[in-house]
């Protein structure tokens, strides 16, 4: 929680709303129910509304419905806005019931007699105005709202503007991190060597679970898949505010995302507290199931017991499923379980730079990053944001990831990419994430930019006709025609229909040219595909100054859908943006290694332990 992004939102939706903070009769509060999210809310809205005096000397009234529900997390805002607005339409603002200790701001502005612990009629000193309210949410990791409603007293004419026209997205900012390269560095080295992450499973990565046959059989494998693992990584601690506790760290799906948004920011050279916007592509990260196997323990050794015969004591059970869930994963702490919702990502980045722009996780599958390019088209277009970061992440190379994905099609047990790309009849396995900064072409010097991202387009399905359309379409948006691209990004997933729809379309729309796929270097990153062939081109495509350039990207997903992308170089090579002079913070540097030690040695160790006790 945070005073300054709180006041923020109350200025902007009250300023949007065109509504005078002073005909504000009510306030559904967030109201976590925590002392310091609480005394931040009130705080804030001291803050906000004390500049707006009122002649009588009233002041908006307050409650939350969440003495009624408790809290719904992701589901708060709902109840939240529902109670509001059927207050306005009955004239009645319900009680806030079993507040018994209510707080007070800090300057005394709000108290409890703010917080009526009775419903009582609508405030009637406005009479002549519309009845006004307003709903705040303040969600996990700094993401703030606000909405203002209004009794509906006439009809509304219909307003519009025009939006901003659309213009090239250039790239001013970049890192990642995918397999064995670590940095934008290694990942451009490995680009340029024709190398690859392909490597055998690190140890620990799937917690001994390819040890045991019988789980590889279920799964179809007769052993781990060589793929471009990611075994570990360093993050600075200190840099990124969170507690270097093992026991309670956030998972490094987050903290990996974290730290390539955080070099791409700083590659681009944004500014803390400007007004820039986080988009981050992902999806469920899938290690969670280790959590709820975890939970499913319990029921599945006692029925086992109870199949095998087996009669033990209360206390002997407890031992034995408490040594059982402890060997899969200790139960999880508040940050880990927080780490599990997905806009805390967006909002963690958002939070650490003061940037005041919206902060969005989205999920569309392999299309997620170009759906996070399109969202940055339309926020330049409609707002007054600086710049976005959009991220990326997939720790794809996990068991549980490798099982679901199995069923799409059959993954490279030898991690060998194909010569032709489109012929690629297995999919490699691959993992990591990467980031890149975005500002409208016009308002940078071609000394910051990478590449220009001219054009993006999308059509429904994943075959041919889909991958014609929105090429043709990108090719139009972007003023040139396919006899002016250089080479093409294809996405090459591995999975039959997708490649077969490739080999169809790709080389007729780009007769001759050299179609290549950065799942050759990296494997198939799913969620992170997207931004790691928009950074591979954006690599290509810096080197390119002599002439104007320009490399055509298609993507597939399982979301049916087809994305075209075309991106353009720019006059000069890329120049980022100077280091900050200052004194240098200290560091907190640990390495975080993926996966865990074995599951089954874990339980016999443990298991040996408690019998030499006994």
Request: negative net charge.
């Amino acid at each position: 929680p945070n005073t300054k992004g709180q006041v923020l939102v109350y200025e902007r939706a009250y300023d949007d709303a065109d509504v005078d903070p002073r005909d504000v009769d009510y306030i559904e509060c967030h109201a976590t129910g925590t002392p310091k999210g609480d005394n931040v809310e009130l705080g804030s809205m001291d803050t906000f509304f004390s500049r707006f005096p009122r002649e009588n000397g009233n002041k908006p009234l307050l409650g939350s419905v969440k003495s009624n529900l408790g809290h719904l997390l992701t589901a708060a805002g709902m109840p939240g806005m529902t109670k509001a607005i059927w207050a306005l339409n009955e004239a009645k603002i319900p009680a806030t019931i079993n507040l018994n200790e209510p707080l007070s701001s800090k300057n005394g502005y709000l108290t409890g007699a703010q917080m009526p612990t009775e419903t009582i009629d609508w405030p009637q000193e406005n009479s002549q105005k519309p009845r006004t309210a307003g709903v705040s949410v303040f969600g996990f990791g700094g993401s703030n709202a606000h909405l203002v409603l209004q009794e509906p007293t006439q009809a509304l004419s219909t307003t519009s503007t025009v939006a901003k026209a659309a213009q090239p997205l250039a790239i001013v900012g970049m890192d990642a991190h995918f397999g064995s390269a670590h940095n934008l560095s290694a990942f451009k080295t490995l680009l340029d060597t024709k190398a690859t992450t392909f490597r055998a499973l690190p140890p620990q990565r799937w917690k001994g679970i390819n040890n045991n046959t019988a789980v590889m059989n279920a799964l179809g494998l007769n052993k781990a898949p060589m793929g471009g693992y990611v075994e570990n990584f360093d993050i600075d601690f200190l840099r990124f505010k969170v507690p270097p506790n093992e026991q309670d760290c956030l998972i490094p799906q987050q903290l990996m995302m974290m730290k390539v948004a955080d070099n791409a920011a700083k590659d681009a050279g944004l500014k803390e507290g400007s007004n820039v916007a986080v988009l981050v592509a992902m999806g469920m990260e899938l290690e969670l199931h280790q959590y709820r196997g975890r939970v499913n323990l319990t029921t599945q050794i006692e029925d086992s017991l109870l199949q095998q015969g087996v009669t033990l004591s209360v206390e002997q059970r407890e031992t034995l499923t408490n040594i059982a869930k402890d060997g899969v994963a200790f139960a999880a702490q508040l940050n880990q379980y927080t780490s599990f919702i997905g806009n805390i990502m967006a909002s963690r980045i958002s939070a650490l730079w003061d940037f005041s722009g919206p902060a969005i996780t989205l999920s569309a599958e392999e299309n997620s990053v170009y759906r996070c390019v399109e969202l940055a088209e339309n926020l330049f277009q409609t707002s007054d944001i600086d710049a976005v970061v959009i991220a990326s992440v997939d720790l794809a190379g996990s068991v549980e990831n490798i099982t679901l994905r199995q069923h799409y099609g059959k993954v490279s047990v030898a991690g060998k990419a194909a010569s032709n790309v489109l012929n690629q009849e297995e999919w490699l396995v691959g993992e990591g994430a990467a980031a890149f900064v975005v500002k409208p072409a016009s308002q940078v010097t071609e000394q910051q930019i990478y590449a220009n991202i001219d054009s993006l387009s999308f059509a429904n399905g994943y075959d041919e006709a889909s991958i014609t359309k929105a090429a043709n379409k990108a090719l139009a948006l972007a003023g040139i025609n396919a006899d002016d691209i250089s080479q093409v990004e294809a996405h090459a997933s591995g999975f039959s229909r997708e490649n077969s729809a490739e080999n169809q379309a790709l080389p007729k729309l780009y007769a001759g040219k050299a179609i290549s796929s950065v799942k050759s270097n990296i494997g198939h990153t799913f969620n992170a595909s997207g931004v790691a062939s928009i950074v591979k081109t954006a690599l290509i495509l810096d080197k390119r100054t002599s002439a104007k350039s320009a490399i055509a990207i298609n993507g597939l997903g399982k979301d049916e859908s087809c994305a075209h992308l075309i991106l353009s170089s720019s006059q000069y090579a890329h120049q980022a943006a100077p280091a900050p002079i200052g004194k240098q913070r200290p560091k907190l540097i640990k390495t975080i290694s993926l996966g865990g030690n074995s599951i089954f040695d874990a339980i016999t160790s443990q298991g040996q332990r408690t019998e030499m006790v006994s």
